[in-house]
Each structure stands twice: as C-alpha cells, then as structure tokens.
C-alpha cells in the first residue's frame, strides 16, 4: 500500500477548567489556528502489532479522518504562554483533596509529582519504586523537584501534566488531544506496518533516531544519543509526514480510554507509576514511549505501542501534542 499524500511530503518515501481565567478567543484565520501543524490526509493503514506486546494485539485494518497535528510535542515555552494568559493551576501544584483518597499514604496528598530517580546500583525490574518516587514540589515548572527549574528547558516538551492539564491547554487553544487511531495513524508517517517510524531498523547505519535508554534500565544509562532525560523537540528526524518525536522523549496523552481487544489479557504498565490516587479503572492511552524506555525492558518507542495511564497522574516523562480536526 502506498503511503497516503499529507501537504508535508515524506523526507525517504475540550476542556472548561476553574482554574483557568479565560479562554483565549479561537483564531478565525486557518493559518494561525495551524500554524506548526502539519495537515494529515485520511487513510487506511494497520494499527497495532501482533509482533511485539499483548496489550497491542490484534493488528487490524483501521481507517483514519482528515486533520492537522502538532509538529512536536507541546514545550514548555508554549504551556508558559498558556498559563500566563489563563492563570492555569495543573493537577501537581493543587493541593488533594483528602476526602477524595481516603486510602491513600497521607505523604501524597501534597503538591508534587512523580519523577524519575535513577538508582546507584542494580535493582530488580519488577517494582517500579526502585526508580520513581513522588516528590513535593514536582511539577512542570520544576521538573526535578522544587530546587530545579525550566532554565535551558524552554524548547523541551512540557512534563508533569496529567490528562486534564493536557485537555485544559488544548481547549485554549481551540484543539484537542488526538484519538489513538489518530495519533497513531500520524505517528506512522506512511510507513504502513513498520515497526519504527523510520522504518524496521532501530539504528539504521549506526544512527540514533530518537531519544531512548541505552544501556541496563534503570541503573545504567550511557546516553549514547546525548541526553539522560528529555531533548529539545526536533533533536532527531522527522518520520515520513515532517512529525518530530513520535517515538521516546515522552510519553503523550491521547482522549482514548484505555481498554485491550476481547480475549487480551491486560498488561502491567513497563515503566509508567500509578499516583495512587485515581481509580485504576479509569485510564486514557498514551502513545510513543519516552527517554526511559530501553530495549530490555520497555520497547514501546513504536507507532503500535501503548500503555494505560490514570487521569490524574502526572510524571516527569510524561507530555502531550495536540490536533485540530478538518
């Protein structure tokens, strides 16, 4: 099958919101509603795999609509921009409310977020605290806890946002969060049923296509492609349809519940934690893998990968991008 024509040519082949002041009015002029967006055409192509993991099953013939999309995902110089216009409070600078988690170890219920603590030494692989831990004072202005900050950061994607701080900046914007067919279909670049975005190979020639873990996850990291934690966007190639990122730096939401085919088993989560505080039950896709995902462990830097994420929960590897449907 040919890959399907988009207005950028392959290189190779709504949420209302109390904590927001006001929407920001919806640009009447097409060209600034889409401005860094690239129009996709619709198609038919195969989302998921039967190749890699359980929760991806079966591969199946789907066929995706008209819109444009983000080019990369949303930096932190754009959620600023949102934020200094609305006066946006995300989930991890809002204090919980008790009543809600009754259950919950009373050290989470403060401001904070989960982030990434990489440990010293070997550990088991089975229980993801060994590397995460919920830090006080988290949050996407403070990505590694309260005494860091977005100094050089500005053009890397915005972290510690969770499903609703991710729909609030879509709605200002006049977009919305893209469905996993969407996303994925996207994600492909034309590629129909290759296991990469650029193609079968993960490192053709030797070249490192996206942001991911080298070396024996979670101890060892040898940042072979120059980054221990998140890049800049647009640090590696664009796949076939000029889209930066679908595969590793971070995780994106989707508006898709998360849900398996009748007769799959349910999969454990590879590398995103829980909050514990939202109900399991309810969980959105995201798509893409992040800078943590490593070969050994977690090889979900592919267009068909996905994973289940409470809707509450916010992590330092974890962002968005948004689309805008014709």
């Not at 996709?40 to 795999?49: D, N």
């Not at 100094?151 to 890397?156: I, P």
């Not at 670049?189 to 490192?203: I, P, T």
């Not at 998360?258 to 896709?285: F, H, M, Q, T, W």
């Amino acid at each position: 099958m040919s890959a399907p024509m988009t207005d950028a040519r392959p290189e190779k082949r709504a949420c209302c919101c109390s904590h927001a002041k006001a929407a920001a009015p919806t640009p009447s002029n097409e060209a600034a509603r889409t401005e860094g967006m690239v129009r996709i055409l619709g198609g038919e192509f195969t989302m998921g795999s039967d190749v890699f993991y359980r929760e991806e099953r079966p591969a199946r013939r789907a066929t995706a609509p008209d819109f444009w999309i983000d080019t990369h995902p949303v930096t932190n110089a754009q959620f600023k921009a949102f934020v200094d216009a609305t006066g946006y409070l995300t989930v991890s600078e809002r204090q919980p409310d008790a009543s809600r988690y009754p259950d919950a170890d009373p050290a989470l219920l403060c401001p904070g977020s989960l982030v990434f603590t990489q440990p010293s030494s070997r550990v088991g692989s089975r229980d993801y605290r060994n590397w995460w831990a919920y830090v006080p004072g988290a949050n996407w202005r403070h990505p590694q806890g309260p005494d860091s900050d977005l100094k050089g950061l500005a053009d890397h994607p915005v972290v510690h946002v969770s499903f609703a701080d991710a729909s609030a900046y879509a709605a200002w914007a006049g977009k919305s969060l893209p469905s996993e067919l969407e996303w994925e279909y996207a994600a492909r670049g034309g590629l129909d049923g290759a296991a990469y975005a650029w193609g079968d190979e993960f490192a053709p020639e030797g070249r490192q296509m996206a942001n991911t873990w080298q070396g024996e996850f979670p101890w060892q990291n040898t940042a072979l492609d120059g980054y221990e934690r998140t890049s800049p966007v647009k640090s590696y190639p664009a796949n076939g349809y000029g889209l930066y990122d679908v595969a590793g730096n971070v995780w994106e939401w989707t508006a898709t519940r998360y849900g398996n085919a009748p007769g799959v088993e349910e999969a454990k989560a590879c590398c995103i934690p829980s909050s514990g505080l939202d109900d399991p039950d309810v969980r959105n896709v995201v798509k893409g893998g992040s800078h943590l995902c490593a070969p050994g462990y977690c090889l979900r830097y592919r267009p068909a990968a996905r994973q289940g994420q409470t809707l509450d929960t916010s992590t330092s590897h974890i962002g968005f991008r948004c689309i805008l449907r014709v």
